[in-house]
């Protein structure tokens, strides 16, 4: 079973960074979709940021230039860098997968095609 445990959130000022991570468990390898979404208030949850297991990576127009997702395969860890971050950011958010591939950015950046999501982490980006 594939489980996932997201940290790394917290509130900062405009123009701030932070780092979240993401541990994933129960993977057998092989073929894979990582990724983070975010959700607001009120809000759908929509896609961040998604990689495969070859390193491929698409990102959402909104957060292009500003967010890198990354993995270290050693430490079964995910991780979005977000720089320059801004009050609309603000959201929870989330780290999802699937053991599939991720296609083009349109069908990964979907949430509709993720079977395993993580709790969630707060950010809070602050004028």
């Known amino acids: 079973q594939v489980k996932l445990m997201e940290s790394g959130g917290g509130s900062v000022q405009t123009e701030g960074s932070l780092r979240l991570s993401c541990v994933a468990s129960?993977?057998?390898?092989?073929?894979?979709?990582v990724g983070w979404f975010r959700q607001a208030p009120g809000k759908e949850r929509k896609g961040v940021a998604v990689?495969?297991?070859?390193?491929?990576?698409r990102y959402a127009d909104s957060v292009k230039g500003r967010f890198t997702i990354s993995k270290d395969d050693a430490k079964n860890t995910l991780y979005l860098q977000m720089n320059s971050l801004k009050p609309d950011d603000t959201a929870t958010y989330y780290c999802?997968?699937?053991?599939?591939?991720?296609?083009?950015?349109?069908?990964?950046?979907?949430?509709?095609?993720?079977?395993?999501w993580g709790q969630g982490t707060q950010v809070t980006v602050s004028s």
């Open positions: 999802a997968a699937d053991i599939r591939a991720c296609g083009a950015s349109w069908y990964s950046l979907s949430r509709f095609n993720y079977n395993y």
């Open positions: 129960g993977f057998t390898g092989g073929t894979y979709c």
């Open positions: 990689i495969d297991g070859d390193g491929n990576t």
